[in-house]
């Protein structure tokens, strides 16, 4: 694993994340004739730092990257000019005030809603909704659910992708209750098939939700065929040609690419007698996989790469893309549910509905933001603004020190006319500070806990 591969994305969504934020906060005060004295990406000492301005607001890049402030003038932490008291944070109205904090949050849910837009109308190739069932009983195959059906709508509300319709089977199984889905079978029949979500458990801490429903995304029957060969492979080694047909390994019949793949990930050095099929003639070789560590794991490699049917890619896949009026809807719409979805789980893991184990760190962030951006820019692009939606929500959490925590103050002072004492601020931004340090060790731990269990 490539450590700058996963830390450079990381680096790149936070520093953008905090940057929006801090620009919140920092043209909302401009804006009321607040007087900023320093902008602040990181904590700590600063690694670069300069000023501009008429008000000599000093810009600075700090050590320690994980958040970012504005510092402006207030009373609170030194005397203040008397000529500049009028331009004081804390001489401001109470709703200036509000409106100053509110700013931060708001940019990154701004910043979610360009970034989905922009997805949304520039288009993007993605899964279609079509599905496979899981072997076994479950939920799905109750419903009548069968292998290729192809999902056009849940509900009243159309979907176009897999990842649509995992983000909509989500949000039914978090409201507890039946749904119903309509479909175009493989035959080209239209039917609806209804997914009873009632009794089913939101989170075990472990499985993915859709998949414990008994679904997953179709994929054609690709034949065991050899597209490409790596060069002083395990597969060239044995004397394997591009277009030959894997036929079978130690007597087994293999059925599919996936079938073979299984098979050889399995066998790590280990000796397969292979059987291929060329133009026609039958060849016996010994196909021995080369052993390489994957998430931790032993597994089998030799070399080879599919050949997939061009038509089975058109029937996996399609270019998802909307108009620009439609788009800004559903990308306003995508990042009102999610941070709806985020605060019920926060909920659900405060009353213990849903596991701990799901709260993240950066290390787990910095590991998805290295996946994501493998993937591609738009996957890369989506995870900022996942990213910037769940910063905005954590900032507006009632808890001193954050963000929330200032405004619940200001609520306050709203209703009972008149700011609140000075020491139980104190001890709030204590409380917050002790509640936040917990939250950050718990975050860690499950970091730690992914990394050794792999």
Not at 4 to 20: D, H, K, N, R, S
Not at 78 to 90: C, K, Q, T, W, Y
Not at 175 to 186: N, S, Y
Not at 318 to 330: D, N, P
Request: include cysteine.
């Amino acid at each position: 694993m490539n450590f700058l591969e996963y830390l450079i994305p990381f680096v790149l969504a936070l520093g953008l994340l905090i940057l929006v934020h801090e620009l919140g906060h920092y043209l909302v005060a401009r804006g009321c004739g607040v007087k900023v004295l320093r902008f602040s990406i990181g904590f700590g000492r600063p690694l670069l730092k300069w000023t501009s301005g008429a008000d000599r607001t000093e810009w600075a890049l700090a050590a320690f990257p994980l958040g970012g402030y504005v510092k402006m003038l207030d009373e609170r932490e030194g005397p203040v000019d008397r000529s500049e008291l009028h331009r004081a944070f804390n001489r401001q109205a109470v709703s200036r005030r509000f409106a100053i904090v509110l700013a931060g949050p708001l940019a990154n849910f701004l910043l979610a809603i360009v970034l989905y837009w922009g997805l949304f109308v520039g288009g993007a190739e993605e899964l279609k909704p079509r599905l496979a069932l899981v072997d076994g009983p479950s939920i799905a195959a109750q419903a009548g659910i069968r292998d290729g059906d192809l999902v056009t709508a849940v509900g009243d509300e159309l979907v176009r992708s897999w990842p649509e319709l995992r983000w909509v089977l989500v949000r039914h199984a978090l409201d507890e209750r039946a749904v119903t889905l309509r479909v175009t079978t493989a035959e080209g029949v239209e039917a609806s098939r209804t997914l009873d979500l009632s009794g089913m458990s939101i989170d075990d801490g472990e499985s993915d939700l859709v998949e414990r429903m008994g679904l997953r995304p179709w994929r054609p029957r690709i034949p065991p065929v050899v597209g490409k060969l790596v060069d002083d492979g395990a597969a060239a080694k044995a004397g394997l040609e591009v277009g030959d047909t894997v036929v079978s390994l130690d007597g087994q019949p293999v059925e599919s690419w996936i079938d073979l793949v299984e098979r050889v990930r399995a066998a790590p050095g280990q000796p397969l007698a292979a059987v291929v099929s060329r133009n026609g003639a039958r060849i016996e070789t010994t196909l021995t996989p080369e052993v390489a560590e994957e998430d931790g794991e032993q597994v089998g490699k030799v070399g080879i790469a599919v050949a997939e049917p061009l038509e089975g890619r058109e029937e996996m896949f399609a270019v998802v893309r909307y108009g620009v009026v439609e788009g800004l809807g559903k990308a306003i719409g995508q990042t009102w549910e999610t941070s709806v979805l985020s605060l019920k789980m926060i909920g659900r893991m405060i009353v213990g509905e849903v596991s701990w184990k799901n709260l993240s760190g950066p290390v787990t962030i910095a590991d998805y933001a290295g996946q994501s951006a493998k993937l591609g820019l738009s996957h890369y692009l989506k995870f900022i603004a996942l990213i910037s939606i769940s910063l905005g929500v954590l900032n507006l959490l009632p808890i001193p020190v954050l963000d929330g925590g200032h405004l619940l103050y200001y609520v306050i002072e709203i209703i009972k006319g008149g700011p609140i004492p000075e020491r139980v601020m104190e001890i709030g931004q204590q409380i917050g500070l002790v509640a936040l340090a917990m939250l950050m060790a718990f975050a860690f731990y499950n970091d730690i806990t992914r990394l050794i269990s792999g």
